[in-house]
């Protein structure tokens, strides 16, 4: 059974960082294209990276690029999400997911299979 578990997430004041990672289980990293998504109250769930073992480097939306890097550890076939200038617009649930797509996407729609989520909140 494929699953997904995320973590990492919690209280971090403006301008601070935090790790989240995704544990996989069920099927190997390496083979799917694995993303992490944000749900912000009241907003639509928006993708922010994703990442791809074959085929091109990792993809990552405008309004992370430069402060979000998304990497992957081969053994322990987790996916981990690096934040770093978190603001306090970006307070949310924090996804991750994965597919068997051909091409790296931050498009929700592209991914069936999905984590429970961590919660991020950014406060002073």
């Not at 990492?8 to 403006?14: E, H």
């Not at 996916?79 to 597919?99: F, H, P, R, W």
């Amino acid at each position: 059974q494929l699953q997904l578990v995320e973590s990492g997430g919690g209280l971090v004041q403006p301008g601070g960082s935090l790790r989240l990672s995704c544990a996989a289980s069920g099927f190997t990293v390496d083979d799917y294209s694995v993303a992490w998504f944000r749900q912000v109250p009241g907003k639509e769930r928006e993708g922010l990276s994703c990442i791809r073992s074959t085929g091109g480097g990792p993809k990552y939306a405008d309004s992370v690029k430069d402060r979000f890097a998304i990497s992957i550890d081969h053994v322990k076939n987790a996916v981990y999400l690096q934040m770093n200038s978190l603001k306090v617009e970006e307070t949310g649930i924090y996804y991750c997911a994965a597919d068997l797509i051909g091409s790296c996407s931050v498009a929700p729609g592209r991914f069936r299979y999905w984590g429970q989520g961590t919660q991020v909140t950014v406060s002073s």
